[in-house]
Nanobody, 125 residues
Framework: QVQLVESGGGLVQAGGSLRLSCAAS????????MGWFRQAPGKEREFVTA????????VYADSVKGRFTISRDGAKNTVLLQMNSLKPEDTAVYYC??????????????????WGQGTLVTVSS
């Protein structure tokens, strides 16, 4: 069993940056594919980015490509999401997700077995 806890959300002005962290407990997730999803008020959960279990492959949504970066800190059992050049449309609750069976990073939320509770990111214009 893996427990995921996100942190780092907050209020930022458009053009600013935030770094989200997803800390795992219960088991090391070095062999897990990891993903970040987000859900804005009144909208469905959408894919943001994902990382393969070995860190060799990353996938980004077109809306965040070139602005967001996902990375893994194995020593700290943490996955990071660096978000730069933030826009008001990035406002959402951000969730990290993990799955042990994925061979490649998935863009579909249904593929992930473990989820954090979410952290709110608000970007003001």
């Amino acid at each position: 069993q893996v427990q995921l806890v996100e942190s780092g959300g907050g209020l930022v002005q458009a053009g600013g940056s935030l770094r989200l962290s997803c800390a795992a407990s219960g088991r090391t997730f070095g062999s897990y594919a990891m993903g970040w999803f987000r859900q804005a008020p009144g909208k469905e959960r959408e894919f943001v980015t994902a990382l393969s279990w070995n860190g060799g492959k990353t996938v980004y949504a077109d809306s965040v490509k070139g602005r967001f970066t996902i990375s893994r800190d194995g020593a700290k059992n943490t996955v990071l999401l660096q978000m730069n050049s933030l826009k008001p449309e990035d406002t959402a609750v951000y969730y990290c997700a993990a799955d042990r069976s994925l061979l490649h990073p998935s863009t579909w939320y249904g593929d992930y077995d473990y989820w954090g509770q979410g952290t709110l990111v608000t970007v003001s214009s």
